[in-house]
């Protein structure tokens, strides 16, 4: 089986920065135009916040890219060099930010390991393995974590209308729902009989009016077997690293919210808790987006999540947000792309499991 690399190249264009930003640029404008409360001395207050805690917001950050740098590294077991390993990352974090959060760079992230030189088969199980363990910090880690901010996670009802409270818990529990759906089954699929998913997918399509998308079902189900004999076998030894890298990846990343949000408003302990959870909830929403890393929906649920912890600074807080948490990964993709194009195209390759198909111009 060959990835399509014309669709892949479609999605690895740096000219797709521009919808995104143009996007988060039109949330903004339409913020100063229709709230009243946002004006040029709304904007001044992002020299009120504390430098330390800035400083911490970056720090932490940087810590969690280098946990997904370590994490892909324990995953493909030490075959990408770190450098390597971070051109896979920002890639990876480049295909994310400018596709809807609902697709997702899962097949960009699969054509990027294959031209790294590992092999298909093992490349599509490595990215399946981060997409289930993701999967599972929220699964598992949100009701934990519901549990300890004391049912706190969603907006006050007089910050926020009754209707669209209600609309926001249902998103949320829909969400969840389908990523506990999916990842169960994917892990079943995985670990357990992926010949049994291979031929459950086959009789699905081979329903009428879904038989056009037999082949494609067949080759996934062919997929997640070669898939399931790479990673079976494989002891504790393997998957504790990276479930532990997994669980601070994700941490660092809610973190840095705490840390910027911190900046500007002193939190307690319980507060600390009540933000990280609510990111926890608002990711998950976020994750059906239909649009460029979510942009626009960020930072219209940015403010409907902890408007009640910022007052005025809850404006500039979200453009930091966005500028340490998103926009980085836009600028690092299209740096990079060219780079890694001439790199992984136009050297001589020695490794024979390595597609050789040129990018089109």
């Not at 800035?54 to 060099?81: C, H, N, P």
């Not at 960020?298 to 809850?314: I, S």
């Amino acid at each position: 089986m060959k990835l399509d690399n014309k669709k892949i190249f479609e999605t690895l264009n740096p000219n797709k920065v521009w919808v995104p930003v143009l996007i988060g640029l039109g949330i903004v404008f339409g913020m100063f135009y229709f709230d009243p409360s946002v004006n040029a001395n709304t904007l001044r207050g992002v020299f009120d916040a504390s430098a330390a805690f800035i400083v911490l917001a970056i720090v932490v950050i940087f810590f969690r890219d280098l946990g997904y740098v370590y994490r892909i590294r324990e995953i493909t077991q030490k075959e990408l060099s770190w450098t390597r390993a971070i051109y896979v990352i920002i890639l990876w974090e480049f295909a994310s930010a400018v596709t809807p959060s609902v697709v997702g760079g899962t097949a960009v992230a699969i054509f990027i390991l294959n031209k790294e030189g590992i092999k298909l088969g093992r490349a599509i199980a490595f990215v399946m393995v981060t997409a289930i363990l993701d999967n599972l910090f929220f699964i598992i880690g949100a009701p934990i974590i519901l549990y300890f901010a004391k049912g706190n996670i969603f907006p006050d009802s007089q910050l926020l209308e009754n209707q669209l409270e209600n609309s926001l818990q249902a998103i949320f529990w829909i969400s969840y729902g389908l990523y506990a759906g999916y990842s169960l089954i994917m892990a079943l699929a995985l670990f357990y009989r992926p010949r049994v998913f291979k031929w459950i997918l086959i009789k699905i399509f081979s329903i009428k009016w879904l038989r056009k998308w037999k082949h494609d079902a067949q080759e996934y189900g062919n997929q997640i077997i070669d898939a399931s004999k790479e990673l079976s076998g494989k002891n504790y030894k393997y998957w504790v690293p990276i479930i532990l890298a997994t669980i601070f990846i994700w941490s660092s990343r809610y973190l840095m919210l705490n840390a910027l949000i911190s900046a500007y408003i002193p939190l307690t302990l319980d507060n600390q808790v009540i933000v990280f959870a609510r990111q926890v909830i608002m990711w998950i929403v976020m994750m059906i987006s239909p649009t460029p890393g979510s942009s626009g929906t960020a930072e219209f649920f940015f403010g409907q999540f902890f408007a009640q912890f910022l007052g005025g600074y809850t404006f500039v807080t979200s453009i930091l947000w966005r500028l340490l948490s998103y926009y980085p990964y836009l600028i690092l993709g299209a740096i990079f792309l060219p780079r890694w194009i001439r790199q992984v195209f136009f050297k001589k390759k020695s490794n024979p499991s390595i597609d050789d198909t040129e990018p089109q111009p």
